[in-house]
């Protein structure tokens, strides 16, 4: 983020966020900060932490780190019950991603308190066995600390029918950086409660 404040009694002009504004009046450097301020804090909600590890993501393999994160910590049964997928490129590096779509990239373990696996819907079984498959039609090219996020519908890819407690994580095949074949990089996990 850059911000330059001109010395004139005008306040104009004014760079943030890449874009320039002049500003007549105190009134409208007020306005402009607190546009900034939203615009800002809207981008950076759903980043993953910056110190991943006292965030809880999973650990970094092959140079990629995976975070989840529920919209929603708590629902009812039948609500929806959105996961967001955050791969993070944790290298200096570009890397290469490859992709087709988010329920066949990422295998998805959902286990209630006791460890019972949690019965996929029909469509969540026929879109997840194909997670172990490593074939990619796209390949996404990251750039260092680049975040490519995705989002999976749970509710749709499981049977999420009696109030418990639920865990989530998530692993994903990716190719070495050698190219020497492929690794899984796995999650943090993450808890819902279903009421």
């Known amino acids: 983020m850059r911000q330059q404040l001109a010395s004139s009694k005008a306040y104009g002009p004014i760079t943030t966020t890449g874009a320039t504004v002049n500003l007549k009046s105190r009134h409208s450097l007020l306005l402009a900060v607190i546009a900034e301020t ?11 932490p910056k110190n991943a590890k006292s965030r809880g993501c999973g650990p970094p393999t092959e140079g990629f780190q995976l975070c989840l994160k529920l919209d929603e910590r708590q629902v009812r049964i039948g609500e929806p019950v959105l996961l967001r997928v955050f791969i993070k490129n944790v290298t200096t590096k570009e890397l290469l991603l490859g992709e087709f779509t988010p329920e066949t990239e990422n295998r998805v373990t959902m286990t209630k308190e006791r460890g019972v696996a ?8 026929l879109l997840m066995n194909r997670a172990e498959l490593f074939v990619h039609p796209l390949t996404i090219t990251m750039g260092p600390g680049q975040v490519h996020i995705e989002t999976l519908a ?12 639920y865990f989530i994580t998530v692993t994903r095949v990716v190719g070495k950086q050698d190219r020497s074949g492929v690794v899984k990089v796995t999650s943090n996990t993450v808890s819902l409660t279903v009421l």
């Open 38 to 48: 939203i615009i800002l804090g809207t981008l950076h909600a759903n980043q993953p």
């Open 118 to 125: 949690v019965q996929a819907t029909k469509k969540g079984k």
């Open 154 to 165: 749970l509710d749709k890819l499981f049977e999420i029918s009696t109030s418990a407690k």
